[in-house]
């Protein structure tokens, strides 16, 4: 917001409307939000359009990076 940019923030999934995808330039999505989870709330998104998406994670498992990764073409992870 202190460049100029509109910032909207939602706590799950469920919250996110078809136009709120629409009309974001990137979204920023948690792989482990409550109820429905990023990679859902992902597929929701690429079937309305295709906005940049940055997944944020603290999971490092395999199978987390690897439907990750499925989901977009960049997937950036820290592991300690």
């Known amino acids: ?3 100029g940019h ?3 923030t939602r706590t799950s999934g469920t919250q996110l409307t ?3 995808c629409r009309w ?8 482990m939000m409550p109820g429905e ?11 309305l359009t295709d906005v940049p ?4 994670s603290a999971r490092t498992d395999e199978a987390a990076v ?9 997937v950036l992870t820290h592991r300690h």
């Open 53 to 56: 998406i940055l997944f944020l």
């Open 18 to 20: 078809d136009t709120l």
């Open 1 to 3: 917001e202190r460049d």
């Open 66 to 74: 690897l439907e990750g990764l499925g989901q977009e073409r960049l």
């Open 24 to 31: 974001a330039d990137c979204i920023l999505l948690d792989v």
């Open 6 to 8: 509109t910032v909207e």
């Open 37 to 47: 989870d990023g990679f859902a709330v992902c597929r929701r998104i690429r079937s």
